[in-house]
């Protein structure tokens, strides 16, 4: 899975997880160090599992490491996970436990 692949995989559980403005106003990159962390890594590397997909929304910054052994799926509920947790503790939406949306399991 290249980072391209990644953030195209991520965007639309944040988007479903943030308000339409803080979406609209976020940004979600992928960097390989976080004393780095606004160093980003190019769409086009393949992610690893030394890379954190970071964000930034309403001032607040986030990011969440890679672990990608367990497949994509399993890697997207982590990082909704950490974004959830983000949410709720961020100055925008202290508090607010916002759901994780259904990341296509089979049931």
Do not use: H, N, Y
Not at 22 to 42: G, N
Not at 94 to 102: A, C, D, F
């Amino acid at each position: 899975m290249t980072v391209g692949e990644l953030l195209a995989a991520f965007r639309p559980v944040a988007e479903q997880m943030l308000r339409p403005d803080e979406f609209r106003a976020a940004e979600f990159w992928v960097c390989s160090d976080w004393s780095e962390r606004l160093r980003r890594v190019v769409d086009t590397e393949v992610a690893d599992e030394g890379m954190a997909l970071a964000w930034s929304v309403a001032g607040d910054d986030g990011d969440s490491w890679l672990w990608l052994r367990e497949g994509e799926q399993e890697l997207l509920l982590k990082v909704a996970d950490d974004l959830q947790d983000f949410i709720a503790e961020s100055a925008f939406a202290w508090g607010e436990l916002r759901p994780i949306p259904p990341l296509g399991q089979e049931q």
